[in-house]
Protein backbone atom coordinates (compact mmCIF):
# COMPACT_ATOMS: atom_id res chain seq x y z
CA UNK A 1 0.00 0.00 0.00
CA UNK A 2 1.55 3.41 -0.81
CA UNK A 3 1.41 6.07 1.97
CA UNK A 4 -0.24 9.39 1.74
CA UNK A 5 2.18 12.38 2.59
CA UNK A 6 0.31 15.52 3.90
CA UNK A 7 1.36 18.91 3.49
CA UNK A 8 0.19 21.70 6.03
CA UNK A 9 -1.04 24.43 4.26
CA UNK A 10 -2.17 26.77 6.38
CA UNK A 11 -4.83 26.73 10.35
CA UNK A 12 -4.11 23.10 10.56
CA UNK A 13 -5.53 21.87 6.46
CA UNK A 14 -3.65 19.54 4.58
CA UNK A 15 -3.19 18.40 1.32
CA UNK A 16 -1.30 15.31 0.15
CA UNK A 17 1.98 16.02 -1.30
CA UNK A 18 2.26 13.50 -4.04
CA UNK A 19 -1.29 15.01 -5.49
CA UNK A 20 0.82 18.72 -6.10
CA UNK A 21 1.45 19.77 -9.37
CA UNK A 22 2.17 23.28 -8.46
CA UNK A 23 2.35 26.04 -6.03
CA UNK A 24 1.68 29.91 -7.44
CA UNK A 25 1.00 33.31 -6.35
CA UNK A 26 -2.38 34.45 -6.74
CA UNK A 27 -1.41 38.01 -8.31
CA UNK A 28 -0.96 37.45 -12.28
CA UNK A 29 -4.25 36.90 -14.89
CA UNK A 30 -3.78 33.63 -16.17
CA UNK A 31 -3.31 32.32 -12.25
CA UNK A 32 -6.75 34.60 -11.35
CA UNK A 33 -8.53 32.81 -14.50
CA UNK A 34 -7.97 29.51 -13.40
CA UNK A 35 -9.26 30.07 -10.03
CA UNK A 36 -12.34 31.42 -11.55
CA UNK A 37 -12.61 28.53 -14.03
CA UNK A 38 -12.37 25.90 -11.38
CA UNK A 39 -14.67 27.54 -9.43
CA UNK A 40 -17.37 27.32 -12.32
CA UNK A 41 -16.53 23.47 -12.20
CA UNK A 42 -16.90 22.90 -8.39
CA UNK A 43 -12.83 22.18 -8.19
CA UNK A 44 -12.06 25.26 -5.86
CA UNK A 45 -11.25 24.56 -2.39
CA UNK A 46 -10.64 28.13 -0.74
CA UNK A 47 -8.86 27.21 2.77
CA UNK A 48 -7.96 30.87 3.50
CA UNK A 49 -10.53 31.18 6.08
CA UNK A 50 -11.41 34.61 5.05
CA UNK A 51 -7.64 35.34 5.10
CA UNK A 52 -6.18 36.80 1.84
CA UNK A 53 -5.25 34.33 -0.42
CA UNK A 54 -1.14 34.07 -0.54
CA UNK A 55 -0.91 31.11 -2.44
CA UNK A 56 -2.75 28.80 -4.98
CA UNK A 57 -1.91 25.02 -4.82
CA UNK A 58 -3.00 23.30 -8.17
CA UNK A 59 -3.57 19.80 -7.86
CA UNK A 60 -3.36 16.72 -10.70
CA UNK A 61 -6.97 15.94 -10.19
CA UNK A 62 -7.93 19.80 -11.72
CA UNK A 63 -8.25 21.19 -7.82
CA UNK A 64 -7.14 24.40 -7.27
CA UNK A 65 -6.51 25.48 -3.91
CA UNK A 66 -6.39 28.27 -1.66
CA UNK A 67 -4.23 29.19 0.77
CA UNK A 68 -3.52 32.02 3.35
CA UNK A 69 0.28 31.18 3.52
CA UNK A 70 3.27 32.12 1.17
CA UNK A 71 4.22 30.01 -1.88
CA UNK A 72 7.42 29.63 -0.28
CA UNK A 73 5.99 28.29 2.94
CA UNK A 74 4.21 26.06 1.74
CA UNK A 75 6.71 24.76 -0.40
CA UNK A 76 9.59 24.28 2.25
CA UNK A 77 6.66 21.99 3.97
CA UNK A 78 6.41 20.56 0.94
CA UNK A 79 10.09 19.58 0.76
CA UNK A 80 9.87 18.90 4.72
CA UNK A 81 11.12 21.96 6.25
CA UNK A 82 8.73 22.10 9.27
CA UNK A 83 10.64 25.52 10.60
CA UNK A 84 9.42 27.56 8.31
CA UNK A 85 6.73 30.17 9.52
CA UNK A 86 3.50 30.75 9.21
CA UNK A 87 3.46 34.42 7.91
CA UNK A 88 -0.58 35.15 7.85
CA UNK A 89 -1.49 39.07 7.73
CA UNK A 90 -5.34 39.86 8.73
CA UNK A 91 -5.52 43.23 7.15
CA UNK A 92 -6.65 43.09 3.20
CA UNK A 93 -4.40 46.05 2.02
Given at each position: ?K??????????????????????????????????E???????????????????????????I????????????????????????????
Open positions: MSITLVNIGFGNMVSANRVIAIVSPESAPIKRTISARDDGLLIDATYGRRTRAVVITDSGHVLSAVQPETVAGRLRGQQDAPEAVEDNDN
